[in-house]
């Protein structure tokens, strides 16, 4: 089955300043890797998802990459502030059952100090 | 409102305990999905359902978790003679119709068995 790694575990950077996260996954079929937020106590909420047929896809401060062949994926935030402060956490879909189950890495802890 | 509601928010209960957990998706979503999320970790898959059938149930631990979606709307997730492992934020997720869709969670069940 699909197994998704993700670094760093957490994350400090200054205001203004971007932060990069990385995931890799194993299953060469899975094709869509969304992105989630989620702040403490609360529900992650989707911020970017990226298909296999894209390599790049941004929006505003945040941009996800995608590299097929090396099975590996980034999201990108540029000019971060304080409210991004929050544990960010990547998927992979599970290829073979085309189902939308999602596989999740283990998350990072993003700080953001202003 | 338009998310996806799961009640109740918080459940406490006795070890052996039967309980019921509920999710109400956004309307019209035919996907639903449950995973469970501990302490520090991202989300696991449990089950998913597309309309009234689960057509995937490959994440639930044991025989003590059932889950149902009678009309392809409401979902209850039973668990039976709980342990205080399945302490645990249980998350519920719906998409339009499936596949590599947006997935969109709610706030979740955080379920405490003493």
């Known amino acids: 089955g699909e197994n998704v790694e993700q670094h760093p575990s957490t994350l400090s950077v200054q205001e203004g300043d971007s932060a990069v996260i990385k995931c890799t996954y194993s299953?060469?079929?899975?094709?869509?890797f969304p992105w989630y937020k989620q702040e403490l106590g609360k529900r992650p909420q989707l911020i970017i998802d990226?298909?296999?047929?894209?390599g790049e896809k941004k929006d505003q401060r945040i941009a996800v990459t995608l590299n097929k062949t090396a099975k590996h994926f980034s999201l990108h935030i540029t000019e971060t502030q304080p409210e991004d402060s929050a544990v960010y956490f990547c998927?992979?879909?599970?290829?073979?059952?085309?189902?939308?189950?999602?596989?999740f890495g283990q998350g990072t802890t993003l700080q953001v100090k202003p | 409102g338009a998310g996806v509601s799961q009640t109740p928010s918080n459940k406490v209960t006795e070890k052996g305990k039967y309980v019921e957990l509920r999710c109400d998706p956004i309307s019209g979503h035919t996907a639903l999905y449950w995973y469970r999320q501990s302490l520090g970790q991202g989300p696991e898959f449990l089950i998913y359902?597309?309309?009234?059938?689960?057509?995937?149930d490959s994440g639930l631990p044991n025989d003590r978790f059932f889950a149902v979606r009678p009309e392809g709307s409401v979902s209850t997730l039973k668990i039976q003679r709980t342990e205080r492992g399945d302490s645990a934020v249980y998350l519920c997720a719906s998409s339009p119709s499936g596949g590599n869709q947006p997935q969109h969670f709610g706030d979740g069940t955080r379920l405490s068995i003493l």
């Open positions: 998927a992979a879909s599970e290829g073979s059952s085309n189902t939308g189950k999602l596989i």
């Open positions: 299953d060469s079929a899975s094709n869509y």
């Open positions: 990226i298909r296999s047929n894209v």
């Open positions: 359902f597309q309309g009234t059938g689960a057509a995937d």
